[in-house]
């Protein structure tokens, strides 16, 4: 079976060891007679170049419309950095056809909405790049746009300037947020007309703070939206009649994604509740970990005065959970919905330590939630479908794998697995999950998802309605999984006992291993984040796609490569992503790092003196980590986009452009109407602060790479943008200039100018993973001989 280190297509592996290099050989020898096509994937992986194996398609952004009475979908699809829009209908049995025709790689790394229009006549989309970047270094920067694209002729519409957050019910126009658009306003909402040269037309303003969560109620007559003013936020009301806006329950904490019950009478929201000091002064800031803020959730009644303005009543908090927190976990949707008038789901932790998806009937006050489903697993993102049905993306069938259920919304007991994710009964091991937006789209006679294997990246497969058979319409155009190896699923105990770790092994086919005495090298790979979770498959984000393919490039060179799913890390529980002295306070997971690169060494085959990691953001700093604690056992060290100092890195601007509160003894703070400029809150302001700061930041300074660049003697080698927009360049030019203090000339750095945090540009993609890929090769050759990059 697949755990304990063993592979089922290995005749003679036992559970307690290791798989030999006998065993792979008889592995290759059982298929000889079965069918060539293992052999061939052989022959052909043997001479495949790196863009072979990450010159893939990758598909993301599936929607789909039923309007006109027909099913369709759109969907992204970007291969060798070329983005491009397809689209596919019943009518045409499924044939995708391109709607935009680029050719170039622009360094598009931003597609953040796509949507049809309520006729389904049109597709509204925004692409654009990272804030910040231009990777081709233009003249004139590239920027964000909203374009619209007419499905009867083809024709494409764009509007500068405005970046498309929701469409109206009529479709005929998009909406948008801008700074300013009034005197005294910080943030404007704009209603722009898709047909027509008309200009946009300002909807409301509000003098604090950044807008979002727009939602329209059913009868289309309130939009709701929240207001986040940094150290709180509001969830606001406004009607197109009204020159007034309305906020609900105002209080000292921060309201966000509202939600309208189907008969537009009641709104719900989650309230984001901030302890003083203890988790920093904004919901997702400070030193927490995975964890999200305590929340409750919120319900008002609405209706509308003889002038129009909403007017609010019956007030109510109907959950929440002080212990577990907000899911707070990387990819995935994870709304707060109305099945009917009197109940909502959501997704908590809070009743079993696992997430999973709840109901709760919200007629009184704190009710009685229940999970839709109990179980060790993850509910990782849901949708409500207007065919009634109720979709979960989960990892409950295997916890290594992400497959889809369904439950009817009529009746939420009524519940079938829509797609075996078993590669072993030939299943899609990776299914229903995009980057952005949804990997579903529920239609009236189909279900299309996004799902991929361990050789064939994310494509859209269909199911007709009353089947069980699932059609994939989308081709691998120009590139093919030949070579690639299926990764064995393994598991091992991490060094203190505190959990079951669980990794991918791609090991070389016998012809990738030549003739050579010495045994392989092997390669630890961990994930950014942190968190995240690999699989023995294609990911659906096609970052981490991309380092998947990366690594099957590796083994095709003949080196074992150890994929770890490291704590801290998504799909094994809320004790493992929230665990204790993680991150920044303690670098607790980085001993699972280390345990991946032991386990690695008493793989038969692999030498244990010639051990390297690589890895991308989080997966740098673990590098990083491994170069700085323990060079004897990591003799080579990449790290992409890395973090070498916590203390530093927490005060750069985040995600959500604020800093992390409690590193600093004058922390910069929100700043919303009149507040203080630097720190700390009024909560903590006093004498005790100074020693308080202190204490942490030797703390966070231990947990970093810089807690002991003393001692990273490995040759380590650091990539990274200088137009990063998620780790400051600042980190690898610390790190350089910290071990040239040192009198060491170990560490080098290949800078990208004007590049993003995942690197934008294909080609730069593709020459810094060749790059990983010789800088490893090169310092952990069997003989003394080590050649140096970029001197």
């Known amino acids: 079976g697949r755990k304990h280190l063993c592979s089922s297509l290995v005749p003679r592996c036992r559970a307690d060891r290791w798989p030999t290099m006998a065993d792979h050989v008889a592995t290759m020898l059982r298929y000889l007679g079965v069918g060539l096509l293992v052999l061939g994937h052989v022959a052909v992986g043997a001479g495949q170049t790196l863009d072979d194996f990450i010159g893939f398609p990758i598909r993301d952004y599936l929607v789909g419309s039923s309007a006109s009475g027909h099913d369709k979908l759109a969907w992204v699809e970007k291969q060798r950095g070329v983005v491009n829009l397809y689209i596919a209908d019943e009518r045409s049995a499924w044939v995708p056809k391109q709607l935009i025709n680029y050719s170039e790689d622009e360094g598009v790394d931003s597609f953040v909405f796509l949507q049809f229009t309520a006729d389904g006549s049109a597709l509204v989309f925004v692409m654009g790049t990272s804030a910040e970047t231009n990777p081709r270094h233009r003249t004139t920067p590239p920027v964000s746009r909203t374009f619209a694209v007419n499905l009867a002729d083809g024709s494409v519409k764009s509007f500068s300037g405005a970046k498309a957050t929701s469409l109206s019910k009529d479709g005929q126009s998009f909406f948008f947020v801008a700074a300013g658009g009034s005197p005294g306003a910080s943030t404007s909402v704009w209603r722009q007309p898709l047909e027509g040269e008309g200009a946009p037309m300002r909807s409301f303003s509000v003098k604090q703070g950044s807008i979002g969560d727009l939602v329209w109620n059913p009868k289309d007559d309130v939009l709701s939206f929240s207001n986040d003013r940094g150290d709180h936020g509001f969830v606001g009301l406004y009607s197109p009649v009204s020159s007034e806006l309305v906020w609900v329950a105002a209080s000292i904490d921060t309201d966000m994604q509202p939600a309208w019950s189907p008969d537009g009478r009641s709104l719900s929201w989650v309230r984001a509740i901030v302890p003083a000091g203890n988790v920093g002064y904004s919901p997702f800031d400070g030193n927490m970990g995975n964890r999200g803020p305590d929340f409750a959730i919120m319900v008002a009644d609405v209706s509308l005065d003889s002038r129009g303005k909403p007017s609010v009543a019956n007030v109510r908090e109907v959950f929440r959970d002080v212990k577990y927190g907000m899911l707070n976990f990387g990819y995935g949707q994870r709304p707060l919905l109305w099945v009917n008038s009197t109940t909502v789901l959501f997704g908590t932790e809070a009743l079993s330590s696992w997430a999973h998806v709840v109901m709760l009937d919200v007629t009184s006050g704190k009710g009685q939630a229940r ?89 859209v497969l269909v199911m007709k309605s009353g089947t069980n058979l699932f059609q994939r319409i989308t081709e691998d155009r120009g590139w093919s999984g030949d070579g690639f190896v299926r990764p064995r699923l393994i598991e091992f105990q991490s060094s203190d006992g505190a959990f079951t770790l669980h990794a991918q092994l791609f090991l070389p086919n016998a012809s990738a291993l030549g003739s050579s005495d010495d045994g392989m090298s092997g390669i630890v790979y961990t994930h950014g984040g942190s968190e995240r979770q690999m699989y023995g498959a294609f990911h659906y984000a096609d970052c981490y796609a991309q380092e998947y393919a990366a690594n099957q490039w590796l083994a095709s060179q003949g080196k074992a490569v150890l994929s770890v799913n490291y704590r801290s890390g998504v799909g094994y ?19 699972d790092v280390r345990e991946a690169a032991v386990q690695l060494g008493r793989v038969n085959g692999v030498d244990p003196e010639r051990i390297g990691i690589w890895g991308l953001s989080y997966g740098g700093l673990n590098a990083e980590q491994a170069c700085a604690r323990d060079s004897k056992l990591f003799k080579a060290c990449v790290a992409i986009s890395g973090i070498f100092n916590w203390v530093s890195a927490l005060r750069y601007s985040t995600d959500t452009g604020l800093s992390v509160y409690d590193v600093d003894i004058e922390p910069v703070l929100p700043g919303g109407f009149r507040s203080l400029a630097l720190g700390p809150e009024p909560a903590w302001a006093g004498p005790e602060w100074a020693a308080r700061v202190k204490k942490l930041q030797a703390l966070i300074l231990e947990s970093s790479p810089a807690g002991h660049v003393q001692n990273l003697t490995s040759p380590m080698l650091l990539i990274h943008g200088d137009s990063d927009e998620e780790v400051a360049f600042q980190e690898t030019l610390g790190a350089v200039r910290a071990v040239r203090a040192l009198g060491r000339e170990n560490v ?41 990059l970029f001197v």
Request: hydrophobic share 35%; glycine share 12%; aromatic share 8%.
């Open 371 to 459: 999970e839709l489903r109990s179980g060790s697993c993850e509910d990782i993102s849901w949708l409500l479908g207007e065919d009634g049905w109720l979709y979960v993306v989960n990892n409950c069938a295997d916890i290594d794998e992400v497959g889809v259920d369904r439950f009817h919304a009529g009746d939420l007991s009524r519940h079938e697995a829509l797609l075996s994710s078993s590669q072993a009964q030939g299943g899609v091991p990776v299914a229903g999950l995009s980057s952005n937006g949804y990997g579903i789209a529920p239609l009236t006679r189909h279900v299309a998802l996004l799902g991929a294997t361990y050789n064939a990246p994310t494509g």
């Open 573 to 591: 529980g809320h004790d493992f992503r929230v665990c204790k002295n993680c991150m920044s306070v303690g670098a607790a997971e980085y001993q």
């Open 748 to 788: 080098q750095a290949k800078v990208y100018p004007d590049e993003a945090h995942g690197l934008a540009l294909y080609a730069h993609q593709l020459e810094s993973l060749q790059d990983m890929g010789d800088f490893l090769a090169s310092h952990l050759t069997a003989g003394p001989h080590r050649r140096e």
